[in-house]
């Protein structure tokens, strides 16, 4: 196994030992434990992907696994701030929703042959969801920091909405009859 899959797996590892740092009382500094995975998974994120294309390291395994990876902890993240107050449910159900839709739309692609990269708007999106997240987690109770935090909130929904129809339009004949 090369080094972007194993780093892809790290991330995946990383999601439980996150979830207890930011989710389970008691525990010291838990929130800051929490935001320095997060902050770590995510940089796994980019460094798996500019090694796996600098050395041609891309395997069928890594582009199964990097983007599941990268919902599941985005996923993850979002789902455990809900019962925190820091974000409201149905901004979530939004963001996962789309990634059901995206990730149907792959499978449908890959059973015509055909690898559906990541757009550009995907890409800032989910970089502006992280960013958002690590705002959220950090939870700095300041009024300009506050309004920083709902203005990412708004920016990742909108560019979760523009990705999800960018990527229909560009994809749209996926749907046809079968055909790619």
């Known amino acids: 196994m090369n080094l972007p899959n194993k780093l892809t797996i790290l991330r995946v590892i990383m999601i439980p030992f996150f979830l207890v740092a930011l989710l389970v009382e008691g525990i010291p500094s838990g929130k800051w434990i929490a935001l320095a995975i997060f902050i770590i998974a995510s940089f796994t994120d980019m460094l798996d992907g500019k090694i796996a294309r600098k050395y041609n390291l891309i395997t069928n395994f890594g582009k199964f696994m990097d983007p599941l990876a990268d919902k599941l902890l985005v996923s993850a993240a979002l789902i455990a701030l809900i019962p925190l107050g820091k974000i409201p449910a149905w901004v979530v159900i939004v963001i996962i929703s789309r990634e059901f839709i995206i990730s149907g739309f792959r499978l449908i692609a890959s059973d015509n ?28 109770s300041n ?38």
Do not use: H
């Not at 042959?113 to 700095?140: E, H, N, P």
């Not at 920083?148 to 046809?176: P, Q, R």
């Open 113 to 140: 042959g055909v690898v559906i990269a990541a757009s550009y708007w995907g890409k800032i999106k989910t970089v502006t969801q992280m960013i958002m997240i690590v705002l959220l987690i950090a939870d700095f």
């Open 143 to 180: 009024s300009i920091v506050d309004v920083l935090e709902t203005v990412f909130i708004y920016l990742a929904l909108a560019l979760t909405v523009i990705s999800l129809v960018d990527y229909l339009i560009k994809n749209k004949n996926v749907l046809k009859d079968g055909e790619a």
